[in-house]
């Protein structure tokens, strides 16, 4: 079992930037293969970016350039840095672990991102 918690959501004005951090406990981190998605209202849920246990990150189109994902081991966290951001940014953003050894999946409670002059 892998319990997620996530922070740094809030407003921001358009332009913006925003950290998100996601702590992870309850399996080896290493292991993990760590993402971000969003969900904005009425949409389904997207993939932002993923990062895996030996450090290959992918990202969504929508967010390339403007967004990287990192990862400690050190504090079991992976953050999520979001830069020029625009109010198509919006949603709720969830972080998510893949177990890759047990294919066990976990989300975190999410953490709402708002892009507002």
């Known amino acids: 079992q892998v319990q997620l918690v996530e922070s740094g959501g809030g407003l921001v004005q358009p332009g913006g930037s925003l950290r998100l951090s996601c702590a992870a406990s309850?399996?080896?981190?290493?292991?993990?293969?760590m993402a971000w998605y969003r969900q904005a209202p009425g949409k389904q849920r997207e993939l932002v970016a993923v990062?895996?246990?030996?450090?290959?990150?992918n990202y969504a189109d929508s967010v390339k350039g403007r967004v990287t994902i990192q990862r400690d081991g050190a504090k079991n966290t992976v953050y999520l840095q979001m830069n020029s951001l625009n109010p198509e940014d919006t949603a709720v953003y969830y972080c998510n672990a893949k177990n890759s050894k047990t294919g066990g999946s976990y989300w975190g409670q999410g953490t709402q991102v708002t892009v507002s002059s």
């Open positions: 309850g399996s080896i981190f290493s292991s993990l293969t």
């Open positions: 990062i895996t246990g030996g450090g290959i990150t």
